[in-house]
């Protein structure tokens, strides 16, 4: 599974007064849109920008760079179209002028496309509204029901490509782009923090931000651990991968020894025991069963918390099976169960020179550790 974050800078930002557009002026020492893409370092990163502005984009961190239209649903569009072929299952679309987006942000939106076909983030609108003319309140608005939108606006990918062919043009954003080709959007909470710089003054406001540390990460990291022995079978279970192997692995479940200590490492950084406090083995309900169970609960327990998937890197020891010509499938595997890129997954192998249980061949131990952001 691989997600693609695109990132809109193609407007000119006319209400932020004269100068530069308000996406490339600098807010803490660099372009604005700059802090915009670091908030999606891990993903596939397009920045559209305007055709005269290709030359402000030269050494931004982006892994594409796209020319925009007239409209920033041209934009948009342009940017989905450039993704054909890539491999990309789901999108973020971001706002360029949002440079205090949160990993704990990101990480709802991507969390809620599990089941939605689309998301977004919003916050209830609070104050009383007013219509006005001339300086004068002319009446009142009812303000049930509604929210203030904001972005990363997260979709799957061929849906909203879809529905951006098919649109006519003239939407605020792209989830009425969605919502009018039939898609479902699920709404998430959004954060106060999360401001679009639109005026003058929103600088001075994103730069205390800031400087109160409004960004700062949680950073957790957990480590992992398991074995399991040999017995008779004719295949093993590693890291999501059946292979075949003149034995199998002795477990309660599947014997996933790759998946059970990448498992244990979330629960670590969260401080949540093992496997065993989740599923315990003297539960028959787990007898057999698919590991990446336990692999998706931890996820869960780490999204419900705001935390996402910084990275992982799994090592397995043995003799045999050789890893090397699975290690690709492996990593795709356990990318698709986290639900995260899979350039945050790393699964290598190593021997113990025939030294130890493992070097004898009389099991398989793996090792883990994972960093969850917040």
């Known amino acids: ?26 807010l803490a020492g660099q372009p604005v849109v700059s802090h915009a893409l670091q908030a999606f370092a891990g993903h596939l990163r397009v920045l559209v920008i305007h055709p005269g502005d ?13 020319e925009g239209g007239a409209t920033r649903q041209d934009s948009v569009r342009a940017a989905l179209e450039a993704l054909a072929g890539r491999g990309v299952t789901r999108v973020l679309i971001h706002d360029g002028a949002r440079p205090l987006v949160s990993p ?53 990918y061929d849906a909203i490509l879809a529905a951006h062919r098919a649109h006519g043009g003239g939407a605020a954003d792209d989830v009425e782009v969605a919502r009018q080709m039939g898609l479902d959007v699920a709404m998430v909470e959004g954060e106060e923090t999360n401001l679009k710089l639109t005026f003058a003054g929103d600088f001075a406001r994103a730069e205390a931000l800031m400087a109160k540390g409004t ?33 199998g692995l002795l477990g309660h479940s599947d014997a996933d020894v790759a998946m059970h200590a990448l498992t244990d490492a979330i629960y670590g950084a969260l401080s949540e025991g093992d496997i065993g406090r989740h599923f315990p083995p003297s539960d028959p309900q787990w007898k057999g069963a698919d590991s990446a169970i336990f692999l998706a609960h931890a996820m869960g327990l780490a999204r419900a918390r705001g935390f996402d998937l910084g990275n992982c890197d799994v090592t397995i020891v043995c003799e045999r099976p050789k890893i090397g010509p699975h290690a690709g499938a492996m990593q795709a595997r356990l990318a698709e169960i986290m639900g995260v890129d899979a350039t945050r997954v790393s699964v290598k192998a190593t021997t113990s020179e025939r030294l130890g249980f493992t070097g004898r061949e009389e099991g398989i131990a793996a090792l883990a550790t994972a960093v969850l952001l917040s």
Request: hydrophobic share 45%.
């Open 1 to 26: 599974m691989t997600t693609a974050a695109i990132i809109v800078a193609a407007g000119r930002g006319t209400r932020a007064g004269e100068g530069l557009p308000k996406q490339w002026r600098l």
């Open 54 to 66: 290709r030359a402000r984009a030269e050494g931004l961190p982006a892994e594409l760079v796209v």
């Open 104 to 156: 704990a942000l990101i990480a709802r939106v991507l969390g809620a496309l599990d089941s939605a076909s689309g998301a977004a983030p919003a916050l209830a609108v609070t104050d009383a509204l007013w219509t006005g003319a001339s300086g004068q309140v002319t009446g009142t608005r009812d303000r049930t029901g509604l929210y203030r939108a904001q972005t990363p606006q997260g979709f799957r």
């Open 215 to 247: 960004r700062a990460m949680d950073v957790r990291m957990g480590n992992g651990y398991d074995v399991h022995a040999f017995c008779e079978g004719d295949h093993v279970w590693l890291a999501g991968v059946r292979i075949p192997h003149g034995r």
